[in-house]
């Protein structure tokens, strides 16, 4: 089992930033492919952005050029940097861990951005 601790949702204003960051802990997979996925009420759950072992990163095509993914493998870590907010961006954000057997979710972290 892997446990996700994420950390760094809030309210911010239109054309802010917020930093998440989400550790992992537990049975740890070397290969796992982490990043952080978006859903708002009603709707499925999207992709914001993912990272691989191997350092390759997919980003939405609505979040390109403002967020940036990054993990820290030393501290079973990944963060994502996002800067200039907009209103629809606002959701629940969950971390995602992904080993060849088993996906992971974190319980997620509301994002709200508003004026």
């Known amino acids: 089992q892997v446990q996700l601790v994420e950390s760094g949702g809030g309210l911010v204003q239109p054309g802010g930033s917020l930093r998440l960051s989400c550790a992992a802990s537990?049975?740890?997979?070397?290969?796992?492919?982490m990043g952080w996925y978006r859903q708002t009420p009603g709707k499925q759950r999207d992709l914001v952005a993912t990272i691989s072992s191997r350092y390759n990163i997919n980003y939405a095509d609505s979040v390109k050029g403002r967020f940036t993914l990054s993990r820290d493998d030393a501290k079973n870590t990944v963060y994502l940097q996002m800067n200039s907010l907009k209103p629809e961006d606002t959701a629940v954000y969950y971390c995602?861990?992904?080993?060849?057997?088993?996906?992971?979710w974190g319980q997620g972290t509301q994002v709200t951005v508003s004026s």
């Open positions: 537990g049975s740890i997979f070397r290969f796992a492919t």
């Open positions: 995602a861990y992904f080993t060849p057997t088993t996906n992971y």
